[in-house]
C-alpha cells in the first residue's frame, strides 16, 4: 500500500510541475513558510507539496498517514484540473481522469485496510530496511 500511494504521486507531481509558473519565483522554487513571499504567493500551496514530496524527498520513511495525506491533496489539486478542463472523470478514459479514477480505488482501499492493521511504528519500520517496508498494509 505504501509503495502504491508512493507511485501514485509520481503523476500529480508532473502535472504540478507543468502547470506552475515559477519563472519569477524569487525564493528559487524552494518553498519556506516563513517567507512573506511564499505565504502570499498563489501557487504556495502546490508549491509546499512539491518541496514536501519532491523525488528527493525520503517519501518511503515517512509514515503511511502523511504520505496518504499528500495523496488526498493531490487528488484535490487533480481533480481541480479535470473539472477546469471539462472532464468528467467516469467517461473520460485519458491519463489525467485515469489517475483520479485508480487514486479512488486507492483510497477505498487503504481505508479498508487502516482500520484493521496497525502497523509497526514508522520508525521501527524505517530501520527494518527496504524489504519489510510494505508488510503492514499490504497484507
Ligand atoms: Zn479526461
Same mark, same amino acid.
Given at each position: ?29 524552494? #518553498? ?6 511564499? *505565504? ?17 524527498s525520503v517519501l518511503s520513511e515517512q509514515p503511511i498517514e502523511a504520505l496518504f495525506e499528500a495523496f488526498i491533496f493531490s487528488i484535490d ?11 468528467? #472523470? ?15 480505488h486507492l483510497v477505498r482501499r487503504y481505508k479498508g485496510q487502516s482500520v484493521r492493521v496497525s502497523g509497526p511504528s514508522p520508525s521501527r519500520?524505517?530501520?527494518?530496511? *527496504?524489504?519489510?517496508? *510494505?508488510?503492514?498494509?499490504? *497484507?
Amino acid at each position: 500500500m505504501r509503495r502504491r500511494i508512493i507511485e501514485a504521486l509520481t503523476y500529480p507531481r508532473m502535472l504540478m510541475m507543468s502547470r506552475m509558473d515559477l519563472r519569477d519565483c524569487p525564493m528559487n522554487r524552494y #518553498f519556506s513558510s516563513d517567507q512573506h513571499v511564499c *505565504q502570499t504567493c498563489s501557487q504556495g500551496e502546490e508549491c509546499h507539496w512539491l518541496n514536501s514530496n519532491d523525488e528527493f524527498s525520503v517519501l518511503s520513511e515517512q509514515p503511511i498517514e502523511a504520505l496518504f495525506e499528500a495523496f488526498i491533496f493531490s487528488i484535490d489539486y487533480v481533480d481541480a484540473h479535470i473539472s477546469r478542463d471539462g472532464h468528467n #472523470f467516469r467517461h473520460c478514459a485519458c491519463e489525467t481522469c485515469t489517475w483520479a479514477k485508480d487514486a479512488r480505488h486507492l483510497v477505498r482501499r487503504y481505508k479498508g485496510q487502516s482500520v484493521r492493521v496497525s502497523g509497526p511504528s514508522p520508525s521501527r519500520q524505517a530501520a527494518q530496511g *527496504q524489504k519489510n517496508v *510494505q508488510s503492514d498494509l499490504d *497484507q
